[in-house]
Nanobody, 119 residues
């Protein structure tokens, strides 16, 4: 089992910045992908950014150049720096860890944290 605890989030005006963090604990494999997803009201949960244990990144087109995902050296804490925030970034943001266990890819999720961007 893996536990994910998120922190950060809140309310900010358009153009502002926020930083989300996620601490992972438990049975974490050396090879994994940590990422952030978000769900806006009435929409599906979509990928925002992901970072593999070997350093590869993937960003949604809508956040490229504004958001940066990172991990600490131990690889158990990830952060999402969000700059130039827009009202359309308003959503519940979820931390995710994906790793292979016994031949099956498994996803773990944080509890979610609200980000609200006012215009």
């Amino acid at each position: 089992q893996v536990q994910l605890v998120e922190s950060g989030g809140g309310t900010v005006q358009a153009g502002g910045s926020l930083r989300l963090s996620c601490a992972a604990s438990g049975n974490i494999r050396s090879r994994n992908t940590m990422g952030w997803y978000r769900r806006a009201p009435g929409k599906s949960r979509d990928l925002v950014a992901a970072l593999t244990s070997d350093g590869s990144t993937n960003y949604a087109d809508s956040v490229k150049g504004r958001f940066t995902i990172s991990r600490d050296n131990a690889g158990n804490t990830e952060s999402l720096q969000m700059n130039s925030l827009k009202p359309e970034d308003t959503a519940v943001y979820y931390c995710n860890l994906n790793q292979r266990e016994f031949g099956v890819n498994r996803d773990y999720w944080g509890q979610g944290t609200q980000v609200t961007v006012s215009s």
